[in-house]
T-cell receptor, first 114, second 118 residues
Framework: DAGVIQSPRHEVTEMGQEVTLRCKPISGHNSLFWYRQTMMRGLELLIYFNNNVPIDDSGMPEDRFSAKMPNASFSTLKIQPSEPRDSAVYFC????????????FGQGTRLTVV | AQKITQTQPGMFVQEKEAVTLDCTYDTSDPSYGLFWYKQPSSGEMIFLIYQGSYDQQNATEGRYSLNFQKARKSANLVISASQLGDSAMYFCAMREVPGGTSYGKLTFGQGTILTVHP
C-alpha cells in the first residue's frame, strides 16, 4: 500500500507567487494533518482535518495560508502570496482514528521562496 | 501553553549503550495517546512507539521502550543497545481527546538530536 504522497518534493518560487502543495493520504485514513518544519520553530501544526472537515486551523500563520480537503483522497495547502519566511519543509500526515493511532507522514515538500 | 516539552536539545551516547530521551506533557484530559517519532538526516518522519493513557504496561517495540509515568506526566523513550543508525532527531508527540472541538490534535515537542558515537 502506498504511503502518504506529497507533491512536489521540492519547490522554488519567487516572492509574491502562489504556491500549492498537494497531499494524498493513505486510503481509508480519516484524519489529515499539515505541518511546517523550520530550524527556528520546529514542527508546527498548521491545520488538521477529520472526515474532510477542518477541525483546527489555529496554527495557520496568516491569511495568506489556506488549506482544503475536497475529498477523502486529496488535500491542498496554498500560500498566496508567498514570502521568503515561508521557506520550510511542509509535511502532510494522515491517520486512522482520533487519538490512539499513529500518524503516517509523507516525504515532505521543501519550499524555498526567493 | 507548551503541551509537549523535550528538555534535551542534544544527547550523546556510546554505541551499544542505552539512552533515555526525556518527554513531559501537559493535559487535563484523561484520554490521550503519546507517540515517539524518529527523523534521520534524510528528513522522513518514522513512527517508533505508542503509549495510550489507559495502558497498564509500558510500551515496547524491539529496542525501543517507553517509560510512562502518568502521575508525573512523563513519557521517556529508552533506546537499548544504541546503534550508529540511531543518530537522528527524536520527537515526542501527544494526541488528545478533549471535551472541546480539538479532538485528535497531534502536537509535537521540539525534538532531541541524538548522536551515537562508535
Amino acid at each position: 500500500d502506498a504511503g502518504v504522497i506529497q507533491s512536489p518534493r521540492h519547490e522554488v518560487t519567487e516572492m509574491g507567487q502562489e504556491v500549492t502543495l498537494r497531499c494524498k493520504p493513505i486510503s481509508g485514513h480519516n484524519s489529515l494533518f499539515w505541518y511546517r518544519q523550520t530550524m527556528m520553530r520546529g514542527l508546527e501544526l498548521l491545520i488538521y482535518f477529520n472526515n474532510n472537515v477542518p477541525i483546527d486551523d489555529s496554527g495557520m500563520p496568516e491569511d495568506r495560508f489556506s488549506a482544503k480537503m475536497p475529498n477523502a483522497s486529496f488535500s491542498t495547502l496554498k500560500i498566496q502570496p508567498s514570502e521568503p519566511r515561508d521557506s520550510a519543509v511542509y509535511f502532510c500526515a494522515s491517520s486512522l482514528g482520533l487519538f490512539n493511532t499513529e500518524a503516517f507522514f509523507g516525504q515532505g515538500t521543501r519550499l524555498t521562496v526567493v | 501553553a507548551q503541551k509537549i516539552t523535550q528538555t534535551q536539545p542534544g544527547m550523546f551516547v556510546q554505541e551499544k549503550e542505552a539512552v533515555t530521551l526525556d518527554c513531559t506533557y501537559d493535559t487535563s484530559d484523561p484520554s490521550y495517546g503519546l507517540f515517539w517519532y524518529k527523523q534521520p538526516s534524510s528528513g522522513e518522519m518514522i513512527f517508533l512507539i505508542y503509549q495510550g493513557s489507559y495502558d497498564q504496561q509500558n510500551a515496547t517495540e524491539g529496542r525501543y521502550s517507553l517509560n510512562f509515568q502518568k502521575a508525573r506526566k512523563s513519557a521517556n523513550l529508552v533506546i537499548s543497545a544504541s546503534q550508529l543508525g540511531d543518530s537522528a532527531m527524536y520527537f515526542c508527540a501527544m494526541r488528545e481527546v478533549p471535551g472541546g472541538t480539538s479532538y485528535g490534535k497531534l502536537t509535537f515537542g521540539q525534538g532531541t538530536i541524538l548522536t551515537v558515537h562508535p
